[in-house]
């Protein structure tokens, strides 16, 4: 377990608890504000000194892919502690900006690593890699700062089996659990609601807290 990052996701109030909409209509009890780690230069540095060799020794790609906009502070902290080169790619155009989803200078081989603040149940970052696929990059690996293991057997194989990748996460939902329990910064019904919250659904991750 990354310590350092686990206190700091505590220290920070990442994780939220209470009644939230904007999680789909899953894990309601508990809402991840991913964006509260920017806040801390020492954080940033971390992450990217992680996500950077990370990159730099698992990873096939050379070159940093961010996705607009949590995982742009990411790939370019990576970026600077890694030399690696970085593109980003966006959800959809934006005319008054671009004409173009994707940014950067492309590798000869179109081959990169995606990069992401969160993997929540994987409907974004299929949409991301559907629209690299249509302009013919290869996404090899997905870096994630944290990974809620909440991907959904309903929603077909998991996004690194369909997409013939390998995924990486700096933390996962299990280990910030269990430094929150280590700590006492979760008490028995936010454990409830979490667990309810976890078996609400078929998940390729059987999690147990």
């Known amino acids: ?11 920070l109030q990442v994780p939220f608890f209470g009644e939230s909409l904007k999680n789909k209509g899953d894990s309601r009890s508990c809402l991840f504000r991913a964006r509260r780690l920017l806040s801390s230069p020492k954080i940033l540095e971390h992450v990217g000194q992680r996500i950077a060799k990370i990159a730099s020794t ?19 902290a990576a970026s600077i502690y890694s030399g690696l080169p970085m593109m980003y790619v966006r959800k959809k ?24 603040d ?26 994630v700062v944290m990974d809620r293991q909440l991907q959904r057997k309903k929603d077909g194989p998991r996004i690194q089996d369909k997409w013939n990748l390998k995924l990486h996460s700096l ?39």
């Open 93 to 116: 155009l934006e005319l008054h900006m671009s004409n173009q989803m994707i940014e950067g200078i492309p590798p000869k081989d179109k081959k990169v690593i995606l990069i992401d």
């Open 118 to 143: 969160l993997l929540f149940a994987g409907e974004s970052k299929n949409e991301f890699l559907k629209i690299l696929k249509n302009e013919g990059y290869r996404v090899t690996d997905i870096i």
């Open 1 to 11: 377990m990354d310590k350092i990052l686990a206190k700091a996701i505590i220290d």
């Open 171 to 209: 933390i996962t939902m299990t280990e910030i659990v269990q430094y929150m329990k280590e700590v006492k910064t979760i008490n028995n019904k936010q454990l409830i609601s979490l667990q309810k919250d976890y078996q609400r659904f078929d998940r390729w991750d059987q999690i147990i807290f």
């Open 58 to 76: 698992q990873c096939k790609a050379k070159v940093l892919m961010g996705v607009v906009s949590s995982g742009l502070p990411w790939a370019a």
